[in-house]
């Protein structure tokens, strides 16, 4: 709709160009201030499918079978291995939040079915043991459920690891403050301060700040829900990019998305949920019309 765009990046014009001069390359290249390149593992080009990581390279660290909880899903299987990004795919009420929460723990127990976390039996019944199993979740809803909007951003980076950083009964603030700086540097976050209250940043550097929170407690197994909602293009590139160098680095994701080109760019496989069941996966070689087919088709 628009005939010109103009990009800004850290508060300054970088870029005014008409629409037809700009391709998705050069408008990310303005936003982020450097290329993406062949190695960064993501292709930005528009074709509709990428170099996949061959999925089942690492160990397999969770098992489920037949997970239920009434009204929301049932007799929901599957397995993620180390080094892998599975996708969950359905329109909302799928069950696919539904789902991502119960395996947290978010929502009391399951009702049926089991899990196996790294060989053992796992039965989570609150978000605290899912994190002591070495689980997080970004929620889909980051301002009501990931973040405390008025504490400083680097109170948010180390909220589940604060008893971790003590000297005695005090904060241990050197350690602290190496840690917020380490973790704001990883994920490129952009802020005053990290004193500054997390509620003024943007909403990709919040949902950064949210990434940040949880690999802090090193997690082997990252459940995402919807974790480029509300970003700008070069903050998703951003995203996209650290996703896959955390699955490179032996991370097991797991990544809720309405956008079936990220599906189909960022993921190993794609699980299609309708009606709180499993319908469908799409493996190996798969496009966006191909996660898109198999979201809307009737089953």
């Given at each position: 709709?628009?005939?010109?765009?103009?990009?800004?990046?850290?508060?300054?014009?970088?870029?005014?160009?008409?629409?037809?001069?700009?391709?998705?390359?050069?408008?990310?290249?303005?936003?982020?201030?450097?290329?993406?390149?062949?190695?960064?593992?993501?292709?930005?080009?528009?074709?509709?499918?990428?170099?996949?990581?061959?999925?089942?390279?690492?160990?397999?660290?969770?098992?489920?079978?037949?997970?239920?909880?009434?009204?929301?899903?049932?007799?929901?299987?599957?397995?993620?291995?180390?080094g892998e990004i599975l996708g969950i795919a359905?329109?909302?009420?799928?069950?696919?939040?539904?789902?991502?929460?119960?395996?947290?723990?978010?929502?009391?127990?399951?009702?049926?079915?089991?899990?196996?976390?790294?060989?053992?039996?796992?039965?989570?019944?609150?978000?605290?043991?899912?994190?002591?199993?070495?689980?997080?979740?970004?929620?889909?809803?980051?301002?009501?459920?990931?973040?405390?909007?008025?504490?400083?951003?680097?109170?948010?980076?180390?909220?589940?690891?604060?008893?971790?950083?003590?000297?005695?009964?005090?904060?241990d603030h050197r350690r602290r403050k190496q840690?917020?700086?380490?973790?704001?540097?990883?994920?490129?976050?952009?802020?005053?301060?990290?004193?500054?209250?997390?509620?003024?940043?943007?909403?990709?550097?919040?949902?950064?700040?949210?990434?940040?929170?949880?690999?802090?407690?090193?997690?082997?197994?990252?459940?995402?829900?919807?974790?480029?909602?509300?970003?700008?293009?070069?903050?998703?590139?951003?995203?996209?990019?650290?996703?896959?160098?955390?699955?490179?680095?032996?991370?097991?994701?797991?990544?809720?998305?309405?956008?079936?080109?990220?599906?189909?760019?960022?993921?190993?496989?794609?699980?299609?949920?309708?009606?709180?069941?499993?319908?469908?996966?799409?493996?190996?070689?798969?496009?966006?019309?191909?996660?898109?087919?198999?979201?809307?088709?009737?089953?």
């Amino acid at each position: 709709m628009a005939s010109r765009v103009t990009v800004l990046r850290d508060g300054q014009v970088v870029a005014v160009r008409a629409v037809d001069e700009l391709d998705r390359r050069t408008l990310v290249h303005h936003m982020l201030g450097r290329e993406i390149t062949a190695g960064d593992k993501v292709r930005l080009e528009d074709s509709s499918t990428h170099g996949r990581q061959s999925a089942g390279k690492g160990e397999e660290i969770m098992v489920v079978r037949g997970l239920g909880r009434r009204g929301k899903f049932e007799d929901v299987s599957f397995s993620l291995r180390r080094g892998e990004i599975l996708g969950i795919a359905g329109l909302v009420g799928s069950g696919r939040t539904e789902l991502a929460r119960a395996i947290f723990g978010a929502d009391g127990s399951v009702k049926t079915g089991s899990i196996k976390m790294k060989g053992r039996d796992y039965a989570p019944s609150n978000p605290r043991a899912a994190v002591a199993s070495g689980l997080a979740l970004l929620p889909e809803d980051r301002k009501q459920q990931g973040l405390v909007l008025v504490r400083p951003v680097s109170d948010n980076v180390l909220l589940p690891v604060t008893a971790t950083f003590t000297r005695g009964p005090f904060l241990d603030h050197r350690r602290r403050k190496q840690q917020v700086s380490s973790m704001t540097t990883r994920l490129n976050i952009k802020s005053a301060s990290p004193a500054v209250q997390v509620g003024t940043l943007s909403g990709g550097n919040q949902q950064k700040v949210v990434l940040a929170k949880w690999l802090s407690a090193s997690p082997d197994i990252l459940i995402l829900d919807q974790p480029t909602a509300g970003v700008d293009v070069g903050t998703k590139e951003e995203i996209y990019l650290f996703l896959r160098q955390l699955a490179a680095a032996g991370r097991a994701l797991i990544m809720i998305s309405d956008d079936p080109e990220e599906l189909s760019r960022v993921c190993d496989r794609v699980m299609v949920m309708q009606r709180g069941r499993v319908v469908r996966e799409l493996d190996g070689d798969f496009a966006v019309s191909d996660v898109l087919t198999a979201v809307t088709g009737d089953y």
